[in-house]
């Protein structure tokens, strides 16, 4: 996949965080193959994206498991742009996968959650846009009906100004709505939970890519 965001929030933590970086489309855009918004109910509300990135998400935990099994202490991002922060959300380290990998990422995850589509994230999740919602309020809070006991994380939601708008713009009254309610819910046992706006940026990030590694590093050595 080429997308620009993507590449630069793999390039950062490969580079200055010496991770191993899997990145994959979540949408069958451009030359990417399998379904987007227009192949299907599902495939509208983004449930396979969220199977696909499950899948994808074990899989490679148990590989680098496999590849490196007398490491210790790893750090494990999950990662989303657009749309595909959104699915991020969902991903958990639990059941027996965390019970074979546990030593080896025993920091609590860190989510790194850029441009998350708040102002028509439900039209994009439609019957699963609260389901989405309470996926994240569970990583800040410590409880979703599919994971009630919650494992610390530490969650970064990184936004441009110009995609959130001033204050007369509806998406920056459904950010400040949906950060307030977050904020309510989050527990500092649970973990760090940075809420970062990059003055100038558009949804794309044209011209400020370099900031999406420069808050990275902020937020990772707050």
Not at 14 to 26: G, P, S
Not at 135 to 159: K, N, Q, S, T
Request: with cysteine.
């Amino acid at each position: 996949m080429d997308c620009p965001v993507t590449s630069a929030i793999a390039e950062h933590l490969r580079i200055n965080r010496n991770v191993r970086v899997v990145k994959w489309n979540a949408r069958g855009m451009g030359g990417s193959e399998g379904g987007n918004e227009l192949s299907g109910f599902l495939e509208w509300m983004g449930a396979r994206n969220c199977s696909d990135y499950k899948d994808i998400f074990q899989e490679q935990v148990q590989k680098f498991v496999n590849d490196f099994p007398s490491a210790r202490g790893c750090d494990l991002f999950i990662c989303g742009y657009s749309a595909g922060a959104i699915y991020a959300t969902t991903i958990r380290f639990s059941g027996d996968l965390y019970d074979r990998c546990c030593q080896v990422f025993s920091n609590p995850i860190k989510y790194i959650l850029v441009s998350y589509p708040i102002g028509v994230a439900w039209a994009l999740g439609l019957g699963l846009t609260g389901w989405y919602f309470r996926a994240l309020e569970g990583l800040v809070g410590g409880y979703w009906e599919d994971c009630p006991h919650e494992r610390p994380a530490d969650v970064l939601i990184l936004m441009g100004g110009n995609e959130v708008g001033g204050w007369f713009n509806p998406a920056q009254w459904a950010y400040n709505m949906w950060t307030g309610v977050l904020d309510g819910k989050h527990r500092l046992e649970q973990g760090k939970f940075g809420k970062v706006t990059v003055d100038g940026a558009d949804h794309i990030w044209n011209g400020k890519l370099p900031h999406i590694g420069e808050e990275i590093e902020k937020w990772m050595n707050e």
